[in-house]
Every structure is written in C-alpha cells, then in structure tokens.
C-alpha cells in the first residue's frame, strides 16, 4: 500500500507565493522520479516539473524560472515552491511519485495524490 499526500494550496494574491508539499509513504522501495502536475478547469493534466532520483530537474516552460521543485529523499518528499503567482496558475495541483514498492521491486508504478487546489485571485 503506498499512500501520495499534498498540502499547502490554498488562495493567493497574483505576485504572492506559496509552497506545496507532497509526501509518499507505505511499502516503498525505492522512488525513482516524483513530480508535480495541474488541472485547470476545462483543461488536461499537464506537466509542472519533476525531479529524479538523482536530482536532475524538469520544468513546464510556462513555470521556468518562477517555480522551484525540490526533493528530501531520506523523508521520501518533494516541495514545489511557486513564485510570482499568476491568475492562469490556478488549477488542481497533483503529485505522483514513480516508485517500486516490496510487492513489485523491479518494476516502477506511478502513484498519484488527492490533489491540492491553487487558486490565484484579488
């Protein structure tokens, strides 16, 4: 059982900040990639940006250089510290985490969170 958690949405100002959290725990073997992705109203899923295990990371081109994405491998977390928020930032923030757990080592599954709202707004 491997359970995926966000925290730390909530509503800001355009130019606030705010820092999202995501936490994997259960019988997790070892985590090779984990990453934050969003849902706008109307639209898909899309990629925000990930970090591997090794710490190299991705970023959608729309967030570059306003959003932060790193990793605590020892607590098996990833933060997503957001600068300069924009009213097209708001969406449904998800965290996945690529990992094998003691049921299946060899083979990484993708795991997803409930999700945390960010909404943008005066």
């Known amino acids: 059982q491997v359970h995926v958690v966000e925290s730390g949405g909530g509503l800001v100002q355009p130019g606030g900040s705010l820092r999202l959290s995501c936490a994997a725990s259960g019988s997790i073997v070892s985590i090779r990639a984990m990453g934050w992705y969003r849902q706008a109203p109307g639209k898909q899923r899309e990629l925000v940006a990930t970090?591997?295990?090794?710490?190299?990371?991705n970023y959608a081109n729309s967030v570059k250089g306003r959003f932060t994405i790193s990793g605590e491998n020892a607590k098996n977390t990833v933060y997503l510290q957001m600068n300069s928020l924009k009213p097209e930032d708001t969406a449904v923030y998800y965290c996945?985490?690529?990992?094998?757990?003691?049921?299946?080592?060899?083979?990484?599954?993708?795991?997803w969170g409930q999700g945390t709202q960010v909404t943008v707004s005066n």
């Open positions: 996945n985490a690529a990992l094998t757990t003691t049921q299946a080592i060899g083979v990484a599954q993708r795991y």
């Open positions: 970090i591997n295990s090794g710490g190299s990371t």
